[in-house]
């Protein structure tokens, strides 16, 4: 039951303004119902044999059998962890490991999610050789670029779907095609892609796949890894039977349970609010780009997700703004969430060719489900506000 602290919380919640859902998701209230259900009613080990963990185990079935239905995976496929960022290392390693003898070297490309990126970065100390693709303007990749990278060594890929930050959709069949061409695994992080996009495992001919629950509105701290059966696989953890020795460890049942529901849902109205955000998202560019000279968009006006939309306001510090825009009840991020508190400008945005200045001057907005008509105006005529403050702050004159 909701005391009364609670219920004056969540009002004042009603008066901010989120956009900020490709940091995370409000949690729907039916996959919270089905996550309270595995905590007070339905708590059992998913592992134990009695009736608590066969009670426990048919949430966890029930999850793995709509997500592989939603991606068209088999259930056997699918392998549940900790979040996008784990089953990020998982692919990567446990592949790269596996392949060791084959070859050691290894495509990304640089404007992948720190998860990748980092792990990476952790395979080149071991001796691996990793191509970082360069993406051009649009941000996205291109497969001539991709296709001149390979190598006789090259063992695996690993390419997003839809990158955080600006948005852009990746051509990940055209990618995959060359890989397969030349018997190269192919690993996509589609943590950005699942919230809008109709994904077809099989169909992609995909060896490996990252989704995260919360960012489709299921509690944080899960997410699944997909992998094709008979892909070459050493995972890196150790310690249990769970998940196939893939992931071992108590699984999150909650997490688990609460993603099932989050992914039924958005099997359902997926294409209804993705039509719906796309209005809402062309509606603030439009307007803010209106209202604000010297403004750019960073990443691809076509081939991109509803939700996301990225500009740079020229001669406006990005912090400064976002600090602004909370103190008047508006939630964005410079980029992903990993940079915030960090100095450094975005990785990704200097990757398509932004200065280190206009990365610095660039903001995020990622709408949602829950994102209403009426707070875009409001954002557009705030933001537009505080660029002309800091602008003039900043006493630069546009000598146009
Ligand atoms: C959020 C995100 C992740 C990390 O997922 P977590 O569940 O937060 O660990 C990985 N990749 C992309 C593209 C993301 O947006």
Redesign the pocket.
Known sequence: MLNQNALKEMETRKNRIYLDY??STPVLPEAAKEAQLVMLSDFGNPSSLHQEGQRARAYREKTRQLLAQAIGANPDELFFT?????S?HLAVLGIAHALKSRGNHIITSSIE?S?VFEICQILEEEGFQITYLPVPSTGIIEPEVFQKAIKKETILASI?M???EIGTIQPIQELVQIAKNRSIYFHT?A??AFPYLAINVKELQIDAL?V????IYAP?GT?ALYLKRGTPFKSPAAGGEQERKVRPGTENMPGIAGFGKAIELLMRDRDKDAQKISHLRNQLEDSLLKKIDHTLLNGDIKKRVPGILNLTFQHADGESLLIHLDLEGISCSTG??CAAGAPDPSRVLTAIGRTPEEAKNSIRFSLGKFTHPEEIEVVSKTVSLFVQKLRSASAVSFSA
């Open positions: 490709a940091a900790s979040g996008g960022t784990e990020d999610h998860a997003m839809v990158n955080n992080d943590v950005q990252t995260s629950a919360h960012k944080k997410g992903s969430a």
